[in-house]
């Protein structure tokens, strides 16, 4: 019930294109969707977060997309660039505990030829 | 912009020894954290820490491992007898005040048990 499973493993977009990376979950008392990035050799970076509470959020190329009736969220990157090839995990919180850890997905190792 | 700090960046150690792998959290944050991350696997949540105490744990922090933080800046974990099956990369990170606050990642600390 702790799980996330995220899809695609391996993705890639031509440049200009869209990346969709989807996850799942099943934990309802989860509240809290980031998305981070990483490139090899640094630690994950923050890109975006959703709260339950809205079904969308947009942050320049990048947005997520919330359905909690289906336990769904997903990341889009419109106009791709080879800049963002990198590997993206979803995670997920349940914030009531207040230093919960984040529950992670196995990631999404995204390529973006030029 | 502030950054979490780990060191080393690498260490290697043989099976049955002890490691101690150090991060500073950026300064005006009061959640601590450490994840790991197996090469080509998801990041996995090991331990939470709020004034100065364990705030939570997952079940593959057991008796092997231990944090402190030692003096006011610093953040460790300790790894008892080492394994092989403990190389990973380690991955501190810090929030500022847990609940749904972005978590900063460090660069990590690889960590190589021959």
């Known amino acids: 019930q702790q799980q996330v499973k995220q899809s695609p493993q391996s993705l890639i977009v031509q440049k200009g294109g869209i990346s969709i990376i989807n996850c799942a979950y099943e934990?309802?008392?989860?509240?809290?969707f980031p998305w981070y990035q990483q490139f090899p050799g640094k630690g994950p970076a923050l890109l975006i977060a959703i709260r339950p509470d809205v079904s969308e959020k947009k942050e320049g190329r990048f947005t997520i997309s919330f359905n909690k009736s289906a336990k769904q969220f997903s990341l889009h990157i419109m106009d791709s660039q080879p800049g963002d090839s990198a590997t993206y995990f979803c995670?997920?919180?349940?914030?009531?505990?207040?230093?919960?850890?984040?529950?992670f997905g196995k990631g999404t190792h995204l390529i973006i030829q030029p | 912009e502030p950054e979490v700090t780990q060191t080393p960046s690498h260490q290697v150690t043989q099976m049955g020894q002890e490691v101690i792998l150090r991060c500073v959290p950026i300064s005006n944050h009061l959640y601590f954290y450490w994840y790991r991350q197996i090469l080509g696997q998801k990041v996995e949540f090991l331990v939470s820490?709020?004034?100065?105490?364990?705030?939570?744990k997952s079940e593959i922090f057991d008796d092997q491992f231990s944090v402190e933080r030692p003096d006011g800046s610093n953040f460790t974990l300790k790894i008892r007898s080492t394994k092989l099956e403990d190389s990973a990369m380690y991955f501190c990170?810090?929030?500022?005040?847990?609940?749904?606050?972005?978590?900063?990642f460090g660069n990590g600390t690889r960590l190589t048990v021959t």
């Open positions: 990170a810090s929030s500022e005040t847990g609940e749904n606050s972005p978590l900063h």
């Open positions: 934990n309802t008392a989860f509240d809290y």
């Open positions: 995670a997920a919180q349940d914030s009531g505990g207040g230093a919960d850890g984040l529950t």
């Open positions: 820490f709020y004034n100065n105490e364990i705030s939570e």
